[in-house]
Each structure stands twice: as C-alpha cells, then as structure tokens.
C-alpha cells in the first residue's frame, strides 16, 4: 500500500522559502554579530558582580 511504512523517515532540507529568509541576514551579518557581542559583554559585566557566580569562558573562533 503507499501510504504504509515499516520505519518513520525524516525530510532535513531546507525549503525554499526558509532559504530565502535566511540569505537575506547574511547581507548584515557583522552588524549582528557585533550586536551579539555588544549584548554579551553587558551580561558578563553585570553577572560578574553576583557573588559565588563564575562565568564561562567563551572561545572566539574567526574565519571558521
């Protein structure tokens, strides 16, 4: 029968429409990368204050 299957199966592509969305931030994308860090070093200046708190050491890995 065609609708009956032994194993469920997944579909991982990407569709059009979600491609589209997404090649359109790539034209910004080092405004929102300094965005992100501007957001994060404000969070670790503000956490580093709370006692008892260690924060993670963050790797930056450039030209991945």
């Known amino acids: 029968m065609w609708?009956?299957?032994e194993r469920l199966g997944y579909n991982?592509?990407?569709d059009e429409?979600?491609?589209a969305l997404r090649v359109v931030p790539m034209s910004c994308i080092e405004e929102?990368?300094?965005k992100?860090?501007?957001v994060a070093a404000m969070y670790a200046e503000r956490l580093?204050?709370?006692p008892g708190l260690r924060l993670q050491d963050v790797a930056v890995v450039c030209g991945a």
């Open 32 to 34: 929102i990368i300094a």
């Open 36 to 38: 992100r860090e501007r």
């Open 12 to 14: 991982y592509r990407m």
């Open 17 to 19: 429409l979600s491609a």
């Open 48 to 50: 580093a204050k709370v």
């Open 3 to 5: 609708l009956s299957h």
